[in-house]
């Protein structure tokens, strides 16, 4: 996965200090998180991972999905609901300035609650 990761930021102009790519729904399903995290079964709806440029990774999962996300040997955050959900992302990136989102995978009003919740960072695609 490390490898995988790091290639991902080799594509950026502007490098950003972490990556989020956040599920929605199961209509909005990032294609990219499966592909990051190797994970192959469960929807992980709600969830995200935060990528790193040395090529470590974070997943902040809900509790329904935490024991399908242990088998990915990362460092997985589990939350209840939504509001510890936003509390592990905003740690996953604390004293990062600039934050890469997969723009094409996440929805308007996912844009503006991460916008919210991690207000005073510069996001890029």
Do not use: W
Not at 83 to 106: A, M, P
């Amino acid at each position: 996965m490390k490898i995988r990761i790091k290639k991902i930021f080799e594509h950026f102009k502007e490098k950003p200090d972490a990556i989020i790519i956040k599920n929605t729904a199961e209509n909005l399903i990032d294609s990219n998180f499966f592909y990051v995290t190797g994970l192959e079964k469960g929807l992980f709806e709600g969830c995200a991972a935060i990528l790193f440029p040395d090529g470590k990774m974070d997943i902040v999962v809900s509790r329904l999905e935490s024991e399908t996300a242990k088998r990915t040997k990362e460092n997985i955050k589990i939350f209840e609901n939504h509001e510890e959900f936003n509390i592990l992302l905003k740690n996953c990136v604390q004293g990062y300035d600039t934050i890469g989102l997969n723009f094409n995978g996440l929805s308007y009003r996912d844009y503006q609650e991460l916008s919210t919740v991690l207000s005073g960072y510069s996001f890029v695609d």
